[in-house]
T-cell receptor
Framework: KAGVTQTPRYLIKTRGQQVTLSCSPISGHRSVSWYQQTPGQGLQFLFEYFSETQRNKGNFPGRFSGRQFSNSRSEMNVSTLELGDSALYLC???????????FGPGTRLLVL | AQKVTQAQTEISVVEKEDVTLDCVYETRDTTYYLFWYKQPPSGELVFLIRRNSFDEQNEISGRYSWNFQKSTSSFNFTITASQVVDSAVYFCALSEIRDAGNMLTFGGGTRLMVKP
């Protein structure tokens, strides 16, 4: 079974721009979660989607948003990028009935 | 609020040494899950083990073993006869079980360097 895939793997943007990251979960997994990893703050939960509904949201500003499609694929969007948004963005999926989250390779975002 | 502490930020050992990574957690819930993940330089978090709060049995998987002690809120991870390929950052994480879904709270990670 293929793992979680994320695109793009690397991205360079400038301040003020917006960016959209994509995540395809493991086949059959209906829950997708997003995490941000930075050297200063570590790994922090952004949000979780299940069956196209946001179930949980972390403590991030409204510039961070996401959505999930009927095929369980998910996108996250960051508007008005700031330098501090430079990070590794990790997506994870799980079946919904099981607690273990399986992670993708991440998207490295650099904001200049 | 839940919290996970990995006091060791960096550990360096020589190949074949045993090494233990410490994890201490805080939660007010009686039902929760604990995890260990490995993050190699490529960045992907690789799942290693999951334990639920009702199962305090220690587990061994090859060179890896885990010691869960609810009385001290600890979930430590031991690598026996370490190898260079074990070099990575290891994260301990806690998940509280909620009807509205779940989210992982991670510790700060322990960078393990195994030298030949």
């Amino acid at each position: 079974k293929a793992g979680v895939t994320q695109t793009p793997r690397y991205l360079i943007k400038t301040r003020g721009q917006q960016v959209t990251l994509s995540c395809s979960p493991i086949s059959g997994h209906r829950s997708v979660s997003w995490y941000q990893q930075t050297p200063g703050q570590g790994l922090q939960f952004l949000f979780e989607y299940f069956s196209e509904t946001q179930r949980n949201k972390g403590n991030f500003p409204g510039r961070f948003s996401g959505r999930q499609f009927s095929n369980s694929r998910s996108e996250m969007n960051v508007s008005t990028l700031e330098l501090g948004d430079s990070a590794l963005y990790l997506c994870a999926s799980r079946t919904g009935g099981e607690e273990t989250q399986y992670f993708g390779p991440g998207t490295r975002l650099l904001v200049l | 609020a839940q919290k996970v502490t990995q006091a060791q930020t960096e550990i360096s050992v020589v190949e074949k040494e045993d090494v233990t990574l410490d994890c201490v957690y805080e939660t007010r819930d009686t039902t929760y899950y604990l995890f260990w993940y490995k993050q190699p330089p490529s960045g992907e978090l690789v799942f290693l083990i999951r334990r639920n709060s009702f199962d305090e049995q220690n587990e061994i998987s090859g060179r890896y073993s885990w010691n869960f002690q609810k009385s001290t809120s600890s979930f430590n991870f031991t690598i026996t006869a370490s190898q260079v390929v074990d070099s990575a950052v290891y994260f301990c994480a806690l998940s509280e079980i909620r009807d509205a879904g779940n989210m992982l709270t991670f510790g700060g990670g322990t960078r393990l360097m195994v030298k030949p």
